[in-house]
Structure formats: structure tokens, C-alpha cells
């Protein structure tokens, strides 16, 4: 048995030594290939965005001032109206019913207040002759004037039913695209029940929320106060008419920590109605010099923004980035690049630090 194994041995030495060999002879992986952009430095225009709602400039909830049946729908509904344009009407029999019970009751009061002026005539010479007594004459001049006041007050009444009567044909206060109606033919409306709304929609507001930190740049910078805004539709398409900030709301909403802002837009032609979404944004500032990569070149991990930078002999550096605004496909780097880098734009998940790669 000692013997077999001594002979065996020569024979297992030159086979690990071949393997040794086979191994050795294999050629390293290639390194990983990745695509590389250089950091642009140059003046960019800063431009930031927000998501805003279409409202009407003015918008009058239409409440009728009395209560009766609706008869008509006037108006088309969705479609433009002018100020004292007739939307609906409500059945006047009623009202007009008060307006002729009224007019009675002032016809006559007026007839006593006739009877009590021809009293007071013919007492005063009477009593100028002592014929009559002072306190006769005095008793008809109450009633003169207690006449008098009572013609007055069925005289408000009468006016009072006349405005009812005329507020059964229920106008619009405003100019402006009115809405559906909310009640139908044969419903008992009354003063709190709204109609439809008419919105003054030329010009028109856009509110958008912004954050605490933009309020405070808005404060602080004309050129943000001031800037001119663009809106983008839901379609992808520009609007045609620039707009401007007209004004901020009171306070901030605690939920998302933002202040609504309030744009001003022209919408000849109405195109644009209430309610639609849309994007508005702006050109706040002009960035000196900037550094630009492209978005997808920047990394996120675990709240860490990083970049891979590929520097001489296509060593890889992956370096955390201090990121500012967002231009378009591009992000401003505030810190971490210099100009002319190469960072990767695809592949990022391959390269290691410290890593060769192959750069395309």
C-alpha cells in the first residue's frame, strides 16, 4: 500500500500543477462598459414649476330672492352670459297677488289720509272762531299725521311687492360662462338654494401652492415677484398668454406646509374654464456659470445624491452631490463636479469605486 501511494504521488503533483496552469491562463473580465457626458458649465436661466387650478376672476352663486316654483331654464347652460341676462323664471302669481293686496291696502290708506287733510282744512277756521274746540282741532291733526305715516309705510309695502314680483325673473349680476343649473323645472326653490354660478373668466386666476422657502425668495426678490408665468395645459400645449403673480394667500396650510398663490392670466375667447389643471411655470433667476448633468446621471440612495465621475485611466470616483434646481433634462450641481467631468449617464449600477471601466 506505502508503495502505490509513493508511486501515485509524482503523478497527482503534475496534475495539480496543471490545473494551477489552466487556471492562470484564463483572461481577466472585461471592465464594465458605461456611457459618460461631460459637466457643461454655463448661464442657465433657473426655471421652477408648480401645479396649479383654474378659477373664475369673479364667481356669483345665482340664489333667487323669493320662494316659488321654477317654470324656465333660460339660458344655455356652459354657455357665455351678459350681465342682466335673464337665466330663470320663477312663478309670480304669488307675489303678484302681494303686489295687488298691497296696492289696495295703500289706495286705502291714501283715501283716509284725504279724509283727515279735509278734516284739519275745516277745523282750523272753526277753531279760529272758537266754534270748535283747540283739542278737536288737535285730534285731527293726529290723525292727519297718523294718516300720513300709514301712506307711507303701504307705499314701502307696495314697493317691497313690486321688487318680488320683479325678482321672480331671476338675472345674472356679471358677464361670464355660467354653469349647469343645479335645480330643475318644478322644483320649489327658495333664497338658499343656488341656481347655477356664473364665472368672469377673462381674465382668469390660476392658484398653485408654493413652499415655505419660495414664499420667502417671492418676499424678498422683485424678479420673482415679478416674473413672467407660463401655463402648460393638460394636452402638453403652451397656453399663448403669459401671466403674473397678482397676489399670496393669508396663511400657510399646516398639512402640506405650502401658501397658495393666486396668477392672473388673459383668456380672451374663454378657452380656459374653471376647475381644469394645469402647470404653471416661471423663469426666477439667471444661474452665472452653472454646472449642468443630466438628470438621470444623478443617483439617490438613502437620501444620499450621488454622481459617478470617470477620471484618468477610466477610474471610477463616486461622489455624493449637492443638487440645486432642475432646468429642464438637466440638474444644476451645486457641489461635487467640476467642468468637463465625465459622469455616467447608464450604467451607474455596474461601477464600483475605484473601479476601470470601459467609457462610451
Wanted: include cysteine; aromatic fraction near 4%; proline fraction near 7%.
Amino acid at each position: 500500500m506505502n508503495r502505490l501511494a509513493i508511486a501515485l504521488l509524482p503523478l497527482l503533483t503534475l496534475a495539480a500543477a496543471a490545473c494551477s496552469k489552466s487556471e492562470a491562463a484564463k483572461p481577466a473580465p472585461p471592465p464594465p462598459g458605461v456611457v459618460v457626458t461631460p459637466v457643461v458649465q454655463q448661464d442657465e436661466p433657473v426655471r421652477r414649476e408648480w401645479i396649479g387650478t383654474t378659477q373664475g376672476d369673479v364667481n356669483a352663486e345665482i340664489r333667487p330672492k323669493v320662494d316659488g316654483y321654477l317654470l324656465r331654464r333660460v339660458y344655455t347652460e356652459g354657455s357665455y352670459v351678459r350681465a342682466g341676462q335673464l337665466l330663470f323664471e320663477i312663478d309670480a302669481r304669488q307675489a303678484q297677488a302681494q303686489l295687488q293686496q298691497a296696492q289696495a291696502n295703500l289706495a286705502q290708506a291714501e283715501s283716509n289720509l284725504a279724509k283727515a287733510d279735509r278734516d284739519v282744512a275745516r277745523y282750523e277756521p272753526l277753531a279760529a272762531q272758537k266754534a270748535i274746540s283747540q283739542q278737536e282741532l288737535d285730534n285731527a291733526r293726529s290723525a292727519q299725521q297718523a294718516a300720513r305715516a300709514t301712506v307711507g309705510a303701504l307705499r314701502a309695502a307696495v314697493d317691497n311687492a313690486r321688487l318680488n314680483t320683479s325678482w321672480t325673473r331671476v338675472t345674472s349680476p356679471i358677464s361670464g360662462i355660467a354653469g349647469i343649473a343645479n335645480a330643475q323645472v318644478g322644483n320649489l326653490v327658495s333664497p338658499q338654494t343656488v341656481l347655477t354660478t356664473v364665472s368672469k373668466v377673462d381674465p382668469i386666476r390660476v392658484h398653485f401652492p408654493i413652499s415655505e422657502q419660495e414664499y420667502l425668495r417671492y418676499q424678498r426678490d422683485p424678479a420673482m415677484r415679478h416674473a413672467e408665468l407660463e401655463l402648460v395645459l393638460a394636452d402638453g400645449s403652451v397656453f399663448p398668454h403669459k401671466g403674473r403673480i397678482a397676489l399670496s394667500g393669508r396663511d400657510v396650510d399646516v398639512k402640506t406646509g405650502t401658501i397658495t398663490v393666486v396668477g392672473i392670466f388673459p383668456n380672451p375667447g374663454n378657452l380656459l374654464r374653471p376647475g381644469q389643471y394645469a402647470k404653471v411655470r416661471a423663469t426666477t433667476e439667471l444661474k452665472r456659470g452653472a454646472l449642468l448633468v443630466p438628470q438621470r446621471a444623478v443617483n439617490e440612495l438613502q437620501g444620499l445624491q450621488q454622481v459617478a465621475v470617470i477620471g484618468p485611466g477610466n477610474v471610477a470616483d463616486v461622489r455624493p452631490v449637492k443638487t440645486g434646481a432642475r432646468s429642464g433634462a438637466m440638474w444644476i450641481i451645486e457641489e461635487g463636479v467640476k467642468p468637463g467631468e465625465r459622469v455616467v449617464i447608464e450604467g451607474f449600477s455596474r461601477v464600483k469605486d475605484g473601479q476601470v471601466v470601459s467609457p462610451k
